[in-house]
């Protein structure tokens, strides 16, 4: 199977989720009072959860007033961080990070150990970030048990051991965390860490796709196109690609144009329309999801 640039991947810094819409937006002062951060919550909120909705915040504040009190110190380290309506300072982040993390949240040590991996208003160390990963992964954080199975499987801050690696990628896809997903899934397709299965990659490179990763939608485009873990499927692949370099990423396009000599006009325009409700539609669904709920 053709090579595609770009693998396994971190988990970047991303300390709360706003409500889609406005995040695409930009908006970043005077934000409504529904939204939440989950930069406090020990795990991701599931799929059929509200997670930008006051009563959501007020009733997870009720199990524990801890939530409560860090809620806005959090919030402040999300826009320092990210230099929303401020201009970014990672010294005010990291000691807002910090006393989430005294307090015992996975969130701010998976946050902790972005920092220190890229030297983010901290002296860059694998191994102190490797430790932060650790300690939010233990906390059940997919995206810290993500990073966590990277820092295995380059042996950053570790000794490199791509069995370890696998386990906790499997960990976060467990979660349907959707890096994770692709990251385990990379590893049965080269067989690194695990026995090498074309068909279980492919489950896990679907799963991701559906939800927006569009690292993953390339690679099982890939794998239609050549029948890798299952049978071969031309439209199905320019599907793929197409919702890939609609949602941004173009790696996949110099495939497009040997697809197109096998599919008639009539398949090219409906594979371009599945492609672009693939893309669109399912943002739309997100985005009515957060404001409905």
């Known amino acids: 199977m053709r090579r595609i640039v770009a693998q396994r991947k971190l988990a970047t810094l991303v300390v709360t989720v706003f409500i889609p819409l406005l995040a695409s937006t930009g908006v970043a002062q005077n934000l409504p009072k529904e939204q939440c951060s989950l930069a406090v919550v020990s795990r991701l909120v599931g799929s059929d959860q509200r997670v930008c909705d006051s009563k959501v915040v007020q009733e997870m504040a009720q199990h524990g007033h801890a939530f409560e009190q860090n809620q806005l110190g959090i919030n402040l380290a999300?826009?320092?961080?990210?230099?929303?309506?401020?201009?970014?300072?990672?010294?005010?982040a990291l000691r807002w990070l910090r006393a989430a993390a005294d307090q015992g949240f996975a969130r701010a040590y998976y946050n902790l150990g972005i920092l220190y991996l890229w030297g983010q208003g901290v002296r860059q160390d694998n191994a102190e970030?490797?430790?932060?990963?650790?300690?939010?992964?233990?906390?059940?954080?997919?995206?810290?048990?993500?990073?966590?199975?990277?820092?295995?499987?380059?042996?950053?801050g570790c000794t490199r051991s791509a069995t370890t690696a696998a386990s906790w990628y499997r960990k976060a896809a467990d979660s349907g965390n959707p890096l994770g997903e692709n990251n385990l899934a990379d590893?049965?397709?080269?067989?690194?860490?695990?026995?090498q299965d074309n068909a279980a990659a492919f489950r896990l490179f679907e799963k991701?796709?559906?939800?927006?990763?569009?690292?993953?939608?390339?690679?099982?485009?890939?794998?239609?196109?050549?029948?890798?873990?299952?049978?071969?499927?031309?439209e199905a692949a320019y599907v793929?690609?197409?919702?890939?370099?609609?949602?941004?990423?173009?790696?996949?396009?110099?495939l497009l144009p040997s697809l197109e000599a096998l599919l008639s006009p009539q398949q090219i325009s409906t594979a371009?329309?599945?492609?672009?409700?693939?893309?669109?539609?399912?943002?739309?669904?997100?985005?009515a999801k957060a404001l409905s709920q």
Not at 129 to 156: H, I
Not at 187 to 195: A, D, P
């Open 78 to 92: 999300v826009m320092n961080a990210n230099g929303w309506g401020t201009s970014t300072n990672y010294g005010v």
């Open 129 to 156: 970030a490797f430790s932060w990963f650790k300690k939010g992964a233990e906390g059940n954080d997919s995206d810290a048990q993500t990073n966590l199975g990277y820092m295995y499987d380059q042996g950053l």
């Open 187 to 195: 590893m049965y397709l080269k067989g690194e860490g695990v026995t």
């Open 208 to 234: 991701a796709a559906a939800q927006e990763h569009t690292g993953a939608r390339i690679k099982l485009g890939y794998m239609y196109a050549e029948g890798v873990g299952t049978p071969k499927d031309p």
């Open 240 to 254: 793929w690609i197409t919702s890939a370099s609609l949602g941004g990423d173009a790696r996949g396009r110099d």
């Open 272 to 287: 371009r329309e599945r492609a672009r409700r693939i893309v669109f539609e399912r943002s739309e669904q997100l985005s």
